[in-house]
T-cell receptor, first 111, second 117 residues
C-alpha cells in the first residue's frame, strides 16, 4: 500500500532556531518527492521537488534531502521566522502522476 | 505563471441546498484537474480526477452523484456539492496539471471553505 508518513505531527520552536521535519514513504513506482507549505486556510505551495537521482535541493532557507535507498526525506528550515508557521506536507508522486500525501507536520514559530 | 484560482473562497449554505465551486487555471490550459477535500488537522484527500471533455474519475468511497464534477473547458472545472449536509462541511481544494511540464506538476488553488448549517 502506498503510504507517506511524517514526523513529528507538530512542532513548536523559537524564532531564529533551526528545525528538521521527517518523511518516510512506501510508494511504488516512485516518480518524485515534493515538500509543500500550507498556510492555514490556503492551498499548498511547492517548496522543493526531487527525483530519484537527486539527494538534496534548496530553496532559500529550506533544504530538502532524499535517501531513495531508505525511502526517507527531510526538510530542514534554517533561521526560522514567524512566517514559517504553517503545515508542511510531504508528497510522493507515484507514476504516472498520482500524488500520495503525507499527514503533515504543523510548525509553530514563536517570537 | 501557473496560477490556479477558486471561487468562492468561502461559502455558508443551508442543509439540503447545492453549492457550486469553480476552479480556474488562469495562465495555462489544464487537461487534468483534481479535486481534494481536507478536514481540520488532516491532509488532503483526493476526491476525483477531472479530464477535460470526459467524465471524472472518482476515488473509492466518493459518491459521484453527490459530488458532481464538470470539466467543460481547458481552464475551468466545477465541483457541485448536491443536497449538502453538515458532514460535507470541509475545505475543498482543486489543482490543475499543465501538460508537458516537468515532474507532472500540479498547481493548487487557494481552497474553498464550505460550511453547511
Amino acid at each position: 500500500k502506498n503510504q507517506v508518513e511524517q514526523s513529528p505531527q507538530s512542532l513548536i520552536i523559537l524564532e531564529g532556531k533551526n528545525c528538521t521535519l521527517q518523511c518516510n514513504y512506501t510508494v511504488s513506482p516512485f516518480s518524485n518527492l515534493r515538500w509543500y507549505k500550507q498556510d492555514t486556510g490556503r492551498g499548498p505551495v511547492s517548496l522543493t521537488i526531487m527525483t530519484f537521482s537527486e539527494n538534496t535541493k534548496s530553496n532559500g532557507r529550506y533544504t530538502a534531502t532524499l535517501d531513495a535507498d531508505t525511502k526517507q526525506s527531510s526538510l530542514h528550515i534554517t533561521a526560522s521566522q514567524l512566517s514559517d508557521s504553517a503545515s508542511y506536507i510531504c508528497v510522493v508522486s507515484a507514476k504516472p502522476y498520482k500524488y500520495i500525501f503525507g499527514t503533515g507536520t504543523r510548525l509553530k514559530v514563536l517570537a | 505563471g501557473a496560477v490556479v484560482s477558486q471561487h468562492p473562497s468561502w461559502v455558508i449554505c443551508k442543509s439540503g441546498t447545492s453549492v457550486k465551486i469553480e476552479c480556474r487555471s488562469l495562465d495555462f490550459q489544464a487537461t487534468t484537474m483534481f479535486w481534494y477535500r481536507q478536514f481540520p488537522k488532516q491532509s488532503l484527500m483526493l476526491m476525483a480526477t477531472s479530464n477535460e471533455g470526459s467524465k471524472a474519475t472518482y476515488e473509492q468511497g466518493v459518491e459521484k452523484d453527490k459530488f458532481l464534477i464538470n470539466h467543460a473547458s481547458l481552464t475551468l472545472s466545477t465541483l457541485t456539492v448536491t443536497s449538502a449536509h453538515p458532514e460535507d462541511s470541509s475545505f475543498y481544494i482543486c489543482s490543475a496539471r499543465e501538460p508537458g511540464t516537468n515532474y507532472n506538476e500540479q498547481f493548487f488553488g487557494p481552497g474553498t471553505r464550505l460550511t453547511v448549517l
